[in-house]
T-cell receptor, first 114, second 113 residues
Framework: NAGVTQTPKFRILKIGQSMTLQCTQDMNHNYMYWYRQDPGMGLKLIYYSVGAGITDKGEVPNGYNVSRSTTEDFPLRLELAAPSQTSVYFC?????????????FGPGTRLTVL | GENVEQHPSTLSVQEGDSAVIKCTYSDSASNYFPWYKQELGKGPQLIIDIRSNVGEKKDQRIAVTLNKTAKHFSLHITETQPEDSAVYFCAATLYSSASKIIFGSGTRLSIRP
């Protein structure tokens, strides 16, 4: 199993541009998550999904959108990129999120908005 | 809501010595406390966890302690090795609500040879 994969690994955007961060997991996990990690800070939850077709906001959802059309994929969309969205983005998945079990993280996408 | 504070932000220890990282949480309802290790260029990985009905848990050179009264929990690494160099995150959550996990700000641990 590849686990959780994310693309791209690095990206530089100009203010106002849009992009989609891709996340795929091959563990048949129901729960998937998007976090952002700012320098010197912990991870903050952006959005999560409990299964295909179901998504919900986390702690910092503004400026982002998600969709979950399949169990495997959970893309994160940035519309009108702003410098405040410069961060490292991590996707994660878990088999069952209702009763906490281990979250498996992808390698991250480092995004810079200039 | 829950708030997790983690100290120190950086820690340097001699190889073979012990390292201790401390966290405090604010929500007394939190009952699950995982610790994650993040190596350079990788995503965080769960290394140990503890639930509120347990005061201490060990796994080889790693141990975690929990003081529910004081709302403190700590990670202890003994006989540190170079491969222990990484960023460590504590977290707190309700066991029944995985989407509400709150992370500490991280501790960068460096092991000096």
């Amino acid at each position: 199993n590849a686990g959780v994969t994310q693309t791209p690994k690095f990206r530089i955007l100009k203010i106002g541009q849009s992009m989609t961060l891709q996340c795929t997991q091959d563990m048949n996990h129901n729960y998937m998550y998007w976090y952002r990690q700012d320098p010197g800070m912990g991870l903050k939850l952006i959005y999560y999904s409990v299964g295909a077709g179901i998504t919900d906001k986390g702690e910092v959802p503004n400026g982002y959108n998600v969709s979950r059309s399949t169990t495997e994929d959970f893309p994160l969309r940035l519309e009108l990129a702003a410098p405040s969205q410069t961060s490292v983005y991590f996707c994660a998945s878990s088999y069952d999120g209702q009763y906490f079990v281990e979250q498996f993280f992808g390698p991250g996408t480092r995004l810079t908005v200039l | 809501g829950e708030n997790v504070e983690q100290h120190p932000s950086t820690l340097s220890v001699q190889e073979g010595d012990s390292a201790v990282i401390k966290c405090t949480y604010s929500d007394s309802a939190s009952n699950y406390f995982p610790w994650y290790k993040q190596e350079l260029g990788k995503g965080p990985q769960l290394i140990i966890d503890i639930r509120s009905n347990v005061g201490e848990k060990k796994d080889q050179r790693i141990a975690v302690t929990l003081n529910k009264t004081a709302k403190h929990f700590s990670l202890h690494i003994t006989e540190t090795q170079p491969e222990d160099s990484a960023v460590y995150f504590c977290a707190a959550t309700l066991y029944s609500s995985a989407s509400k996990i709150i992370f500490g700000s991280g501790t960068r641990l460096s092991i000096r040879p």
